[in-house]
């Protein structure tokens, strides 16, 4: 069974960096594709940014240029580190892995979508102005 545990969040100021971590149980780490989505209140869930086990890598538009995803498989642990941050990034941030592998769905730029099904608790950023 694969769990999640992120840990990181906390507050900060307007145009302040924070790093999120997401600490992976799971045997096969390093052969998941692993991502990280966000969560406002009364909003949906947004997906944030992605990296397969191949270390290829999406963001959505709304971070890209401020926020880095990495992975390291010696430790089992996925990060998202937050630069720039905004009012608008306040939301509880969501580890997910993709435990069954699938080549369903693919984007406009012909990269594989990750199917995730596994989600951690949630860690929550709150970014004042």
């Known amino acids: 069974e694969v769990q999640l545990k992120e840990s990181g969040g906390g507050s900060v100021e307007n145009e302040g960096s924070l790093r999120i971590s997401c600490v992976v149980s799971a045997f096969n780490f390093q052969n998941l594709c692993m991502g990280w989505y966000r969560q406002s209140p009364g909003k949906e869930r947004e997906w944030v940014a992605d990296i397969e086990s191949d270390y290829s890598i999406r963001y959505a538009d709304s971070v890209k240029g401020r926020f880095t995803i990495s992975r390291d498989n010696a430790k089992d642990t996925l990060y998202l580190q937050m630069n720039s941050l905004k009012p608008e990034d306040t939301a509880m941030y969501y580890c997910?892995?993709?435990?069954?592998?699938?080549?369903?769905?693919?984007?406009?730029?012909?990269?594989?979508?990750?199917?995730?099904?596994?989600w951690g608790q949630g860690t929550q950023v709150t970014v004042s102005s």
């Open positions: 997910a892995a993709e435990t069954i592998y699938s080549n369903a769905d693919y984007d406009q730029f012909g990269q594989r979508v990750c199917n995730f099904g596994v």
